[in-house]
């Protein structure tokens, strides 16, 4: 067993109480691998934004969870070495298990969810109640979550979304006793979150009555990535073959951080700016077989990527 605290990491609890007043959001990036991770903490250290580290099941099969565990301490050290000793929250994303979060607990992590949001609701106060008994002892926080996104999650398919019921959250807090509340208001997993001709709307509406219930309580947003058009132009243009990607205004998630959001999930756009670095390399340069020709500018791409996410939607440049 180690303790987050002895790896440099810390929990949200004070990131997200200074997000929801200040107005802004903290970004949760995703990473499986090097230059991921090298793109998030190189882009929080320059832009002065306190970041979450996400790592998901599929994340900790793919890659390892021991060295997984490593490379997150490794940031802690990588950002000092970049200038600044960033505040790093290392944040199991959809765990779904209890046996899951504890696990991660053990290997360092100072965050989990518990998205319990596919049982019935009983269910899912009886196992996010279970996660906050165990973690709140090492002091690890929690994100529970209420009403199922639309799309593929946690490998569980809806064709619609359940959006969160304003009327059950404040009894799911109290019950639970989680740090954050993973909500439904239309945002959805991977690059396809709209069908041609549908308008891209979030229901903000919703947002605001759930923080009529639980003021300043921390919400978080999954499935928000923008799947911004000129990257996913430029994988077409390379030889990509996306059809019909759409994702969530900027503008609407740029509103939502300036409320109780104060935690903004973000991976599908990542995958697609690495990608598109990748093949205009491989296109423009079919003899390079070298992975640091492509995964170097891809790495670079995914920075810049970043940094526009903290300066233009979240919020969080120069609140570390
Ligand atoms: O919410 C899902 C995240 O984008 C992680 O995706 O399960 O394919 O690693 P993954
Ligand atoms: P996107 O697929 O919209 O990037 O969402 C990521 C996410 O919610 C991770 O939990
Ligand atoms: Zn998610």
């Given amino acids: 067993m180690v303790n987050y605290k002895d790896l440099g990491l810390v929990n949200s609890r004070a990131m997200f109480a200074k997000a929801v007043s200040g107005g802004y959001a903290i970004p949760a990036f995703n990473f499986n691998n090097m230059e991921q991770l090298q793109a998030i903490v190189a ?30 301490q490794g940031a802690v050290e990588y950002a000092k070495e970049l200038g600044f000793a960033l505040p790093i929250v290392l944040h199991l994303d959809h765990g779904d ?6 696990s991660c607990i053990e290997y360092g992590f100072s965050s989990v969810m518990i998205d319990g949001s596919h049982h019935s609701y009983a269910k899912n106060v009886e196992l996010t109640a279970q996660v906050v008994e165990y973690a709140h002892k090492y002091d690890v926080t929690v994100e529970g ?24 959250v404040e009894d799911f807090v109290k019950k639970t006793g989680v740090d954050s509340l993973a909500i439904s208001i239309g945002t959805s997993h991977g690059a396809f979150k709209f069908k041609p001709g549908q ?10 009555e759930i923080e009529k219930r639980i003021p300043g309580f921390p919400i978080v947003l999954h499935g928000a990535s923008s799947v911004p058009q000129d990257i996913v132009a430029e994988i077409n243009r390379y030889g990509g073959q996306l059809k019909d990607s759409i ?12 409320s109780a959001v104060c935690k903004i999930n973000i991976d599908s756009d990542g995958r697609l700016a690495m990608t598109a670095g990748i093949r205009k390399v ?39």
């Fill in 43 to 72: 882009a929080c250290v320059e832009t002065r934004s306190p970041v979450i580290l996400q790592v998901s099941s599929g994340a900790r099969k793919y890659a390892n969870q021991t060295l997984l565990r490593y490379m997150a």
């Fill in 97 to 102: 298990t209890f046996e899951l979060c504890k």
């Fill in 145 to 168: 979550e209420l009403g199922v996104l639309a799309g593929v999650e946690d490998d569980v398919k809806a064709e619609q979304h359940t959006y969160t019921q304003p009327d059950e």
């Fill in 199 to 208: 308008k891209p709307q979030i229901r903000l509406d919703i947002l605001a």
């Fill in 247 to 258: 994702g969530i205004p900027e503008d609407q998630l740029r509103a939502a951080a300036k």
């Fill in 282 to 320: 491989l296109s423009e340069q079919p003899s390079e077989f070298d992975p640091r020709k492509y995964l170097g500018p891809a790495r670079e791409k995914l920075k810049a990527l970043y940094m526009h996410k903290v300066k233009e939607v979240l919020g969080s440049d120069g609140k570390a």
